[in-house]
DNA sequence: CTGAAAGCGCTTACAG
DNA sequence: CTGAAAGCGCTTACAG
């Protein structure tokens, strides 16, 4: 049976298409009385709008585009929602995409939404990411903006203040008296790097700082292996931070199992405050790194951006949090080195 | 500027619309000199195949949906990827849409769907879906799948075996010794029937269990707040079994909080086997229910069911597997009662 | 194997 | 406020 069109439903309500056309967008042009017939009518046939072939005449689809690396970590499956929502309440259905950070998968994905013709992309761009691979976005003027990781120009950008998130961290852990610290774990990224700016900068000169070049996927058995790394290298700090919070759950494991306890004989700490990591024992501290306030921004921008020149500010850095619980707040020195 | 079609391409490179058509959907009926004149063009001109148009004329979109609840369970997430990793592979692009257990929601992201032409649909129903809430996607025969819930009905639908995993639970509790049992947290869903189920049946008539009405949201806190109203009602069995591994991990830290040690003085047990689950404090004993395994499946019979008939079977049940961990494994009995 | 014409279902000027 | 015509960018028969 054929579809029931906008043609079928203004000869039923005895007028044109254009007529039923305004109608179906909600015009305040046509009388009401016509206006009702036409929706009497769109009732009684059963009638779907086709926003697709509208969106053709329109050209523009009404979608917006959604990519990341993948979920493995919550931070971005609250980001999702928080990003979802705000765009649905515009009207916009959200494609969705995960890179698995591989550049081919990444741009198999961004040429899919693009063939589909959405009105705008925000991406988490993959590792390895140049400005030339995103010219299949920028080639069709496909508004975009970057989250979470930048590539150092000047395309719209929203993340933590990783910096000011690493600072906030490395203060907190010189207070507690901690003096030797050792940061494990994630990408070679942008934000790591701004996490451990800030860390070295907020822990002060007092305080020993290991870095080795212990990178990890973002997961618990990433964690527990980038610990297992470290301790195994001989190296015992006070304190351990993770570049994320699932990493530290991973490292959290591991600490334990080698007998120490986190909170107690070493200070556990990570970033973004995802919400399971309250529900962690023990408590883990972290730094907020706001997911839905990314998110939200992310839809803001964004929107902001449809039709129009890029938006003033380009770059939003969400302020973060820090959260005490008790992975350090119950650590204390073990002896006084002054 | 205006739009680069195939009309130019056609003309560039010296032939018909037809014939520029046919090659972009790399038809092998073209001579491959003229095939190879027209990729050529393509570049030159910078062509972007429009899916969008060609899905108008060949009235399908190449677009699949995926519509769940939310996305604060890991479980989802982990689906979620499987799901996309399939279909992106056999050229779907996906839309993706959160009810927040909303019928309202649920029915206003069908319907945008819908209106976009979705090939296909993947959907967690919210609480209160009927056969009536789905008349959005059935009046325009879009083949739907329903996962993780169901409603009754003959729809096609994936999920794990929840009998046998609360079957295969109870049983191991049994067999420790467990003689009182709790059962806490989650919705009134056909999920949380069916594991009950099998617990009871596993667990057998030697076990007391106690099902107080205490539901809760898939969050640490809603375990926490559901392990609460346990332990306040004057309840305190040898072990307590969540919903699932989210609430499971907010019951751990209120048992934590209350004096009480997981694994030790009380057993816990989760159901889903979260990635996130075994990276946790102590190890969380769970059933997995194959997130990985019911997005695939859930891609497997969508796929099946595009342009045909509904596919046989129509129901498919993953198998569960337990997993043993600390929570429960180094519980034991605290006097014997025979 | 290639080309001219019609059509997918809508919206957009333009007359009236 | 309403109607007849053209067009969004593609694909689909149908001739040749």
């Given at each position: 049976?054929?579809?029931?069109?906008?043609?079928?439903?203004?000869?039923?309500?005895?007028?044109?298409?254009?007529?039923?056309?305004?109608?179906?967008?909600?015009?305040?042009?046509?009388?009401?009385?016509?206006?009702?017939?036409?929706?009497e009518a769109i009732v009684e046939l059963g009638y779907v709008y086709d926003r697709a072939a509208a969106n053709l005449?329109?050209?523009?689809?009404?979608?917006?585009?959604?990519?990341?690396?993948?979920?493995?970590?919550?931070?971005?499956?609250?980001?999702?929602?928080?990003?979802?929502?705000?765009?649905?309440?515009?009207?916009?259905?959200?494609?969705?995409?995960?890179?698995?950070?591989?550049?081919?998968?990444?741009?198999?994905?961004?040429?899919?939404?693009?063939?589909?013709?959405?009105?705008?992309?925000?991406?988490?761009?993959?590792?390895?990411?140049?400005?030339?691979?995103?010219?299949?976005?920028?080639?069709?003027?496909?508004?975009?903006?970057?989250?979470?990781?930048?590539?150092?120009?000047?395309?719209?950008?929203?993340?933590?203040?990783?910096?000011?998130?690493?600072?906030?961290?490395?203060?907190?852990?010189?207070?507690?008296?901690?003096?030797?610290?050792?940061?494990?774990?994630?990408?070679?990224?942008?934000?790591?790097?701004?996490?451990?700016?800030?860390?070295?900068?907020?822990?002060?000169?007092?305080?020993?700082?290991?870095?080795?070049?212990?990178?990890?996927?973002?997961?618990?058995?990433?964690?527990?292996?980038?610990?297992?790394?470290?301790?195994?290298?001989?190296?015992?700090?006070?304190?351990?931070?993770?570049?994320?919070?699932?990493?530290?759950?991973?490292?959290?494991?591991?600490?334990?199992?080698?007998?120490?306890?986190?909170?107690?004989?070493?200070?556990?700490?990570?970033?973004?405050?995802?919400?399971?990591?309250?529900?962690?024992?023990?408590?883990?501290?972290?730094?907020?790194?706001?997911?839905?306030?990314?998110?939200?921004?992310?839809?803001?921008?964004?929107?902001?951006?449809?039709?129009?020149?890029?938006?003033?500010?380009?770059?939003?850095?969400?302020?973060?949090?820090?959260?005490?619980?008790?992975?350090?707040?119950?650590?204390?020195?073990?002896?006084?080195?002054?």
């Amino acid at each position: 049976m054929p579809r029931v069109t906008l043609l079928d439903v203004s000869r039923h309500a005895g007028v044109s298409r254009a007529t039923a056309s305004l109608v179906v967008r909600g015009s305040p042009r046509v009388a009401p009385t016509t206006a009702a017939r036409v929706r009497e009518a769109i009732v009684e046939l059963g009638y779907v709008y086709d926003r697709a072939a509208a969106n053709l005449r329109q050209s523009r689809s009404m979608t917006l585009g959604l990519v990341m690396t993948d979920l493995s970590n919550p931070f971005f499956a609250e980001l999702t929602m928080a990003f979802e929502h705000d765009v649905h309440e515009q009207g916009y259905t959200l494609f969705i995409g995960y890179t698995r950070d591989d550049l081919d998968r990444q741009a198999r994905t961004l040429s899919a939404m693009v063939e589909r013709r959405v009105d705008g992309v925000c991406l988490l761009p993959a590792l390895g990411t140049t400005e030339a691979s995103l010219a299949p976005l920028d080639s069709q003027h496909v508004p975009t903006v970057l989250f979470t990781r930048h590539l150092g120009g000047g395309r719209p950008y929203v993340g933590a203040d990783n910096v000011s998130a690493g600072r906030m961290l490395g203060e907190h852990l010189r207070s507690l008296g901690v003096r030797h610290l050792a940061f494990v774990g994630g990408q070679e990224t942008s934000s790591r790097r701004e996490r451990v700016e800030g860390l070295l900068a907020g822990a002060g000169d007092d305080v020993r700082i290991d870095l080795p070049p212990i990178y990890s996927p973002s997961s618990t058995v990433g964690g527990a292996q980038a610990v297992s790394q470290l301790l195994d290298a001989g190296i015992l700090p006070d304190a351990v931070v993770a570049y994320n919070d699932v990493i530290a759950m991973g490292v959290n494991v591991a600490l334990w199992e080698r007998g120490l306890e986190p909170g107690r004989s070493i200070a556990l700490a990570g970033f973004d405050d995802i919400r399971i990591a309250a529900g962690q024992v023990p408590g883990l501290t972290t730094v907020a790194t706001r997911s839905e306030e990314v998110g939200r921004s992310c839809a803001e921008l964004l929107l902001g951006y449809l039709g129009g020149e890029p938006p003033a500010p380009r770059t939003v850095l969400e302020e973060p949090e820090l959260r005490i619980r008790a992975s350090t707040g119950l650590w204390r020195p073990r002896m006084e080195t002054s």
